[in-house]
């Protein structure tokens, strides 16, 4: 059973361009989280979804930032215009069901990540 | 919404001591806490959760205890080996569920 996959796992783009960040779930997982985190911080949310819906973008910025999870295919976090201040590694998780606390047994399990460095 | 704090930020031990972190959390209806260990350029692993039913959990040398009187939890790392050497991210499931917050981190550096 494969584990979370992300591509690419290093991106390099000019101010200006577009960023595209695949994620691939677990086997059977159907819920995607996207975390970015900056150099010496913790993992901030940005957004999460379930196959064809967006939950929750309450961590995303309004602007310029997208996210989805069609019904077939990867999930992808596109960034449009890129600024230096979006340089950051992105994280996606996967976990079979929306996760929660109390009798669950579910956690969420991360993809190795994707390095993006804005020139 | 959650506010997770972490400290200390930094953690240096001999090898063959114990660590301990500490983590807080604001939101009293949250219910699931994990912990995660993230080497350098690597993706954070789970290495031990905890559920609002149970106050201690253990595996191996690894444990976490819960407070939610107090609203705290940390992680203990006993027999400590240069290979636990990391950051370690605690987080917290807020009531809302699915939405987890981290704390910002604490890098243990274990000394040979």
């Known amino acids: 059973n494969a584990g979370v996959m992300q591509n690419p796992r290093h991106l390099v783009r000019r101010r200006g361009q577009e960023a595209r960040l695949r994620c691939s779930p677990m086997?059977?997982?159907?819920?995607v989280y996207w975390y970015r985190q900056l150099p010496e911080e913790g993992l901030k949310f940005m957004v999460y979804?379930?196959?064809?819906?967006?939950?929750?973008e309450s961590g995303m910025p309004k602007e310029r930032f997208s996210a989805e999870f069609p019904k077939e295919g990867p999930s992808i976090l596109r960034i449009q215009q890129v600024v230096r201040g979006d340089s950051a590694a992105y994280f996606c998780?996967?976990?079979?069901?929306?996760?929660?606390?109390?009798?669950?047994?579910?956690?969420?399990?991360f993809g190795p990540g994707t390095r993006l460095t804005v020139l | 919404g959650e506010n997770v704090e972490q400290h200390p930020s930094t953690l240096s031990v001999q090898e063959g001591d114990s660590a301990v972190i500490k983590c807080t959390y604001s939101?009293?209806?949250?219910?699931?806490f994990p912990w995660y260990k993230q080497e350098l350029g690597k993706r954070p692993q789970l290495i031990i959760d905890?559920?609002?039913?149970?106050g201690e959990k253990k595996d191996q040398r690894i444990a976490v205890t819960l407070n939610k009187t107090a609203k705290h939890f940390s992680l203990h790392i006993t027999e400590t080996q240069p290979e636990d050497s990391a950051v370690y991210f605690c987080?917290?499931?807020?009531?809302?569920?699915?939405?987890?917050?981290f704390g910002k981190g604490t890098l243990l550096t274990v000394n040979p």
């Open positions: 998780a996967s976990s079979p069901r929306r996760l929660a606390g109390g009798s669950s047994t579910d956690t969420q399990y």
């Open positions: 086997k059977g997982h159907s819920h």
């Open positions: 979804l379930q196959k064809e819906n967006i939950i929750d």
């Open positions: 939101d009293s209806a949250s219910n699931y």
């Open positions: 905890i559920r609002s039913n149970v």
């Open positions: 987080a917290a499931l807020g009531g809302s569920n699915y939405k987890l917050t």
